[in-house]
């Protein structure tokens, strides 16, 4: 149970390297992923840590070698929120910028099949924001996957 069945080293780089993987992944896999869940995203998440969890560990099955991935991943997390709040340009390849969907009454149909947000989700921010087609200055699709709608 407290065994290490390899060096504490190799379970702080295996937990590097798939941190960094994953985090270019969810990036890859664009705005829509990382906003509003639906069952099928779950769905994904949930199968993803399940995917990687022997690449994190190896066969090592030990209380200490959980909790050193485990302090590894949050150290990880917590360094690229470090450097992201300071550098605008590491924020914006991590995150990237928000997109414009639509503007003055019209929407970008192009824009939205390649961000993969559907005519419903546009139509549903509009609904929220208690606006008409026709009254829509500008929408928005954040960088957390929300979409924000601003009337004339």
């Known amino acids: ?38 069952p099928f995203d779950l769905l994904v998440v949930m199968l993803l840590s399940e995917s990687v969890s022997n690449a994190l560990s190896g066969d090592d099955n030990s209380v200490p070698g959980g909790l050193i991935v485990a302090v590894t991943l949050i150290a990880l997390n917590l360094l690229v929120g470090f450097i992201s709040s300071r550098s605008r340009a590491f924020e914006r390849a991590l ?16 824009v939205l099949r390649r961000h993969r947000v559907g005519k419903g989700e546009m139509e549903e921010a509009l609904r929220k924001a208690g606006c008409t087609l026709q009254d829509m200055r500008y929408a928005f699709l954040e960088t957390d996957g929300e979409i924000n709608v601003q009337k004339n």
């Open 1 to 38: 149970m407290f065994d290490l069945s390899m060096p504490w080293w190799e379970f702080v780089a295996r937990g590097v390297i798939v941190y960094m993987v994953l985090l270019v992944l969810v990036r890859l896999s664009g705005k829509r992923t990382v906003g509003q869940f639906t």
């Open 95 to 110: 995150e990237g910028e928000p997109v414009l969907l639509g503007r003055d009454g019209r929407i970008f149909e192009d």
